[in-house]
RNA sequence: GCGCCCGUAGCUCAACUGGAUAGAGCGUUGGCCUCCGAAGCCGAAGGUUGCAGGUUCAAUUCCUGUCGGGCGCACCA
């Protein structure tokens, strides 16, 4: 389905045809005074044809075929045109989106295969705060652009290679504990780590033999793989199931190891095309052409001989491009790693390689004396710990208001909403701004929270379990009172918000939509009754009510929210 | 030293990528429940968008400088 915008704009384009080449903006208005949409056009060829903006509006005008749309076209202020929805077109726009399986979002033009790598928890570590940004902005992405239509391939790139193995496979030998392991294998594998890591501190021998494991596991030694083998796949068990309580899936979880084989005859290649050249014994890749980069060169063999990151992460590439061909590979990856993506993605432009790459970078997570969040005891605040207060709080809330509820149904929506509230606090914020973290925030029903919106949504379902028998969508919706009709423009702006996501990555537009979307249908809800009202009114707002919970549902399920029936 | 990101109401954040009188929530404050969930709604007060220049019909947005904060910058990932 077309969105309004869309269709104004081609009806524009129309207009401008044989005055000038342009390609006209509809926005949503600014302001309820300057009508539903407006459009700057004449003010920007204004300014290329040096002419008089109101005069080249009225001339636009004047072309302007729009009468089954709007009512006439105003020209306001420096020369902006504005636009003024018919209220017969609004209901049966409505209508249209109503009976839309998209509920009026419009199919992307043109279907992209993406790679989409986000979360990359560290294997033998716990996930903390730090990987709860990526994980919950790739997810929504992820969805968002297959709802959309596109191709995603979501890949988890684990940290499943690095030096600390050693430490962890000598700790396994001497002092594994296997019920914990059982019961919490990410928990033990950390205290192996930490107790060798303790002693080769102060001995010696210790740091020796941890080194030997480490050269034992990358040459290949059967028991030493075998145990990082058990560490992955433990780990990864641990992993899943905070993806599960996340409701996060990956279409593959590739971690750094999967492309060791792939290191020396990538770097032979890079070496032979002349791409990459040796510096102080290391070989590096340069970016003499680029000022920014010029004494930034990627580093991709250690004068010892080893590998590092970004061999990793061109490996890898080189990988997905072989494998999937994507149009474009997203990385949901934290601010600090600009430099880093920059370097690759420049090497790789060398390489030939001609998907689209995008660095996705997103700001950190402050406690409350905006520093970056961390325990009292100055540890990373762990996944798990922060996902399990959520629920509880959110249980302690819904406990408070519905005491005779039975206590498996306040557990189910206690995480719907703790796990919501988490997931929505991140979204709703600007990606690249730092945001404190707060409870007492994330969880209010008062403001642009997770459980405000789903409040919305179940004092709708609540409309729907008072009514008696069946309902029928209106042959024709009325849209008489005020708040009927700032309620029926708002959901038709939904399938304009959606694709907006993508434009720069921004899940925080979809959710500050969904939130002037509750507040306006609680603005109609009180203003307007539903139940009580008389035919067609009755079926109208109903209707409304419906697509209102509707667009709701799917939009938070865009963002991975899921919402309850009652709460 | 260089680079990247960020400075918006007392606090936490928006602002549809250059548009009209910069918006919300919390807090402060005044109203609204014999009525579908008041976990809600309506109103008031609160701003030199860090500062100084520049570009233009128009700047929170772009450019330069400057101050303040965060993070990166050759063999960790």
């Known amino acids: 389905m077309q969105t309004l915008i869309s269709i104004l704009e081609t009806k524009l384009r129309a207009a401008l045809n044989g005055i000038a080449q342009i390609e006209p903006q509809v926005t949503i208005a600014t302001d309820a005074r300057f009508g539903d949409y407006q459009t700057n056009v004449a003010m920007v060829l204004a300014k290329q044809q040096r002419a008089n903006p109101r005069q080249l509006a009225t001339q636009i ?61 560290n294997i033998a570590k716990p ?13 929504t992405l992820a969805r968002v652009a297959r709802f959309l239509g596109h191709e ?63 050269v034992k596991l990358q040459s290949g030694d059967p028991e030493n793989v075998a145990i990082w083998r058990k560490c992955v796949e433990l780990s990864w068990k641990e992993f899943e199931q905070m993806y599960s309580l996340l409701d996060v899936r990956f279409d593959e979880h590739l971690g750094e190891s999967a492309y060791n084989d792939r290191l020396a005859t990538l770097v032979a290649k890079l070496e032979k095309s002349g791409i990459a050249e040796e510096s102080e014994g290391a070989l590096c890749v340069f970016f003499r052409d680029n000022p920014v980069l010029a004494d930034k060169p990627a580093l991709i063999r250690k004068s010892d001989g080893g590998f590092l990151y970004a061999t990793t992460d061109l490996a890898t590439l ?51 004396d905006r520093k970056l969040m961390k325990t009292r005891s100055g540890d990373n605040v762990q996944l798990r710990d922060l996902l399990e207060e959520a629920q509880q709080r959110a249980l302690a809330m819904v406990e408070q208001k519905n005491p005779a509820m039975p206590d498996e149904e306040k557990k189910q929506i206690a995480q719907i909403i703790g796990i919501g509230a988490v997931k929505y606090a991140d979204l709703s914020q600007a990606r690249m701004t730092d945001y404190v973290f707060s409870w007492d925030k994330m969880l209010s029903l ?25 309902w029928k969508a209106p042959a024709e919706f009325v849209l008489a009172d005020p708040a009927e009709l700032s309620l029926a423009k708002k959901l038709m702006q939904f399938g304009e918000t959606v694709p907006q996501v993508l434009d720069d990555f ?14 306006t249908f609680h603005t109609f809800y009180e203003a307007c009754p539903v139940l009580k009202a008389d035919e067609p009114v009755r079926s109208s707002r109903l209707a409304l009510c419906d697509l209102t919970a509707r667009i709701l549902g799917l939009g938070l399920a865009l963002l991975g929210i899921r919402v309850p029936e009652k709460m």
Request: aromatic share 10%; glycine share 8%; proline share 4%.
């Open 446 to 470: 008062q403001g642009n929270t997770a459980p405000y919106l789903q409040n919305a949504y179940v004092r709708i379902r609540s409309i729907f379990r008072k009514l008696d028998g069946d």
């Open 318 to 368: 080189e990988y997905r491009m072989e494998r999937w061909q994507p149009d474009e590979i997203w990385y949901v990856v934290g601010a600090p790693q600009a430099l880093h993506f920059d370097q690759v993605f420049g090497v790789a432009q060398k390489m030939g390689i001609d998907a689209k790459l995008r660095f996705i970078p997103f700001g950190s997570i402050l406690g409350e």
């Open 61 to 121: 005008i004047e072309r302007l075929d729009v009468d089954d749309i709007c009512e006439n076209p105003e020209i306001a202020g420096a020369g902006f045109i504005n636009l003024r929805i018919k209220n017969d077109f609004l209901k049966k726009r409505v209508a249209d989106i109503f009976s839309d399986e998209m509920l009026g979002v419009p199919s992307a033009g043109r279907r992209k295969k993406i790679v989409l790598d986000f979360s990359g928890p």
């Open 152 to 214: 995603v391939v979501t890949d988890n790139h684990l940290g499943d290679w690095g030096t600390q193995f050693g430490k962890v496979i000598y700790g396994w030998k001497n002092w594994r504990d296997e019920q914990a392991l059982a019961t919490h294998p990410v928990e033990e594998l950390v205290r192996l780590y930490k107790k060798a890591n303790a002693l080769a501190e102060a001995d010696e021998m210790v740091l020796r033999a941890c080194r030997d494991e480490l």
């Open 506 to 519: 921004r899940p925080n537009i979809l959710a500050n939509y969904l939130y002037e979307l509750a507040n």
């Open 127 to 139: 996930m903390h705060v730090g990987h709860i940004r990526s994980t919950i902005i790739g997810d």
